[in-house]
């Protein structure tokens, strides 16, 4: 269980099996179903990862399976559970492993943006193939007011959805990565500063409707640029617009899920150089 237990931990950039057990954990915790998504979309592409004999350090860094893992749990967030969905995570699961090996040899991450396009396909053929959407019962989010809002948008990168498991999912992480847990934290911090000044200026914006996705979208974007060693500078500007991103698709009233933070990610990593680090 070391690669599938690593591909959990992966979606926080971690390849310890004992984070993605406590991610695991925590979904649990929040609602058993996504927990078993979970497990089906990492297994099934660590299997074929391994049976496709994919290279078994990136294998058993989970590098082939955190896609198949937070495509398992959205998909039960946003799908009730049946017989349709096991298949559709199981494919997803295939599907996210081929596709994450094809982008490594283009020598491009493909962070999560293999997630965001199994969610818009489910979207668009879903109920057609049986499933039945949930959506009316996803919590309220994040709230802005709360002094645990920068530990609840870590949570809910991975659709932990409560600040109490959210703080120790950034336990977890600072205590392995002390540099990640640091900017993980500043990322949701970021996001609560900008959405408080947005909406001083802008009284009128419906800041609160993307207080959660815009505060994931950020803890994830200064997780990533710190692990590709961006310089501070780059972590901050790509936090703040994967803000703006989340800002400009809602108005376009667009499912984005984790886009922002592919998208300012792959943009800070095109403009800067290799050696601009800190």
């Known amino acids: 269980m070391r690669s599938p237990l690593a591909g959990i931990g ?28 979970c497990l089906l979309g990492v297994c099934a592409a660590s299997g074929t990862a391994w049976t496709l004999d994919y290279p078994q350090a990136e294998r058993e860094a989970g590098q082939y399976g955190f896609n198949g893992a937070l495509s398992g749990v959205g998909l039960c967030a946003a799908w009730q559970f049946n017989v349709a969905l096991l298949c ?11 596709l994450t090996r094809a982008m490594t040899r283009w020598g491009w991450p493909p962070l999560t943006f293999l997630f965001v396009l199994v969610m ?15 959506m009316s019962e996803v919590g309220a989010g994040c709230g802005m007011a709360s002094p645990g809002y920068a530990f609840c948008v870590i949570g809910q ?14 336990l977890a992480l600072a205590r392995g990565r002390k540099h990640l847990g640091a900017w993980g934290l500043a990322g949701g ?44 500078r780059w972590r901050c500007l790509g936090a ?28 800070v990593l095109a403009v800067t150089a290799q050696n601009d680090v800190a």
């Open 157 to 170: 990168a991975s659709f932990v959805g409560a600040a109490a498991p959210g703080l120790l999912l950034w």
């Open 88 to 98: 559709w995570i199981a494919l997803a699961g295939m599907a996210t492993a081929l």
């Open 189 to 232: 911090g970021l996001a609560w500063a900008v959405l408080s000044l947005a909406s001083l200026a802008l009284p009128a914006a419906p800041v609160a409707a993307v207080a959660t996705a815009a505060g994931a979208n950020s803890a994830l974007t200064a997780l990533g640029l710190s692990v590709h060693e961006r310089h501070w």
């Open 10 to 37: 992966q979606i926080y950039f971690q390849s310890s099996p004992l984070f993605g057990l406590l991610l695991l954990g925590c979904l649990y915790l929040s609602a058993p179903a996504l927990a078993a998504g």
């Open 240 to 267: 703040v617009t994967s803000i703006g991103l989340c800002a400009c698709f809602a108005a376009l009233g667009l499912d984005f899920y984790t886009l922002p933070f592919v998208l300012s990610v792959w943009l």
């Open 120 to 134: 818009w396909l489910s979207t668009a053929a879903g109920p057609a193939l049986g499933l039945t959407s949930r």
